[in-house]
């Protein structure tokens, strides 16, 4: 059996001095290319890439780099006070215990209500995980982003790598000059709060067969929410705000859109050549394109 794989769909971590980091970026590769090469591939054994620890030092690495490393959870512990007596490897070697023996359990997030941007005086939910909730998040994202990335279409420019707001305006700005003329500015409401759990977990199904990571990503979306006021309520539906995995899923639930709106011009659709184009045009129907970041999208 080749060194890099291992029964199951799933890959494993050569023991090297390249560093965590290293390790990390060559298993996200491997993931990549395999989903690529085959679309109907469904990942197991992820659950044990998402426990290594290099995959835990790495989801710390960027949980402690952000801003609201000192902000903390419903457990009131931050990332100085998490890793203050037994030290980062401690810390992280009792999250891998937790979730290698099934004990880990996501809190709920921290509730707290901020104001939209643009000045309109409306506020916005903004979920708060907990240090050890955020670096277990942090780690699926690691081993899960480069397999659904291999499914995004390339419309979708919000929370990708290597993909900014910039980039979308830019290819807006591109179709106007390829002959769309009428714009339509959109976006979804409360995309975030009321995206289906049961509908995002079919689509998360689609890729990922490890039912430890299944759990895991479900876990997370039923965690539950405490309000300012210090009540819990149940989190029937949504994303919550905040939490690292949330835009990867909200990404995974909204494919579902660029995949019905872009149908038209897969290899086979009534938009894949120049010609069909025109000749729609010329029996005066439309073609379209859609530009989409997050829940706000442009169909020219």
Not at 4 to 33: F, W, Y
Not at 259 to 279: I, K, L
Request: glycine share 10%; aromatic share 6%; with cysteine.
């Amino acid at each position: 059996m080749p060194k890099d794989a291992l029964p199951n769909g799933g890959a494993a971590l050569e023991v090297s001095e390249i560093g965590p980091g290293g390790r990390v970026s060559g298993m996200q590769t491997k993931l990549h290319c395999w989903a690529a090469a085959d679309p109907g591939r469904r990942f197991d054994d992820l659950f044990n890439l998402v426990c290594d620890p290099a995959t835990l030092m790495m989801a710390f690495v960027r949980v402690a780099g952000n801003r609201g490393s000192r902000t903390a959870g419903v457990d009131g512990v931050t990332v100085e006070t998490a890793t203050g007596p037994l030290g980062i490897s401690g810390f992280l070697a009792d999250i891998r215990v937790q979730l290698k023996t099934g004990t880990f359990r996501p809190l709920p997030v921290r509730q707290r209500m901020i104001p939209k941007p643009g000045g309109s005086g409306k506020l916005r939910k903004l979920g708060i995980p907990t240090i050890a909730d955020r670096v277990v998040q942090a780690a699926l994202k690691l081993v899960l982003e480069p397999i659904f990335e291999a499914d995004f279409l390339p419309v979708s420019y919000g929370f990708r790598p290597q993909r900014r707001a910039h980039d979308a305006v830019a290819d807006i700005h591109r179709l106007g000059t390829q002959g769309y003329r009428w714009v339509l500015d959109a976006d979804i409401e409360a995309c975030f709060d009321m995206i289906d759990h049961s509908a995002l977990m079919d689509r998360v199904r689609v890729r990922v067969k490890d039912k430890r990571v299944l759990r895991l990503v479900k876990g997370f979306l039923k965690a539950g929410v405490m309000t300012e006021t210090g009540q819990m309520q149940e989190s029937d539906t949504g994303t919550p705000q905040g939490g690292i995995l949330s835009p990867l899923l909200a990404n995974i639930a909204l494919s579902v859109l660029d995949e019905q709106v872009m149908a038209p011009w897969r290899p086979d659709g009534e938009m894949s050549t120049t010609y069909r184009r025109h000749r729609r045009r010329a029996l005066g129907l439309p073609t379209w394109r859609i530009v989409r970041y997050a829940d706000d999208f442009v169909e020219q």
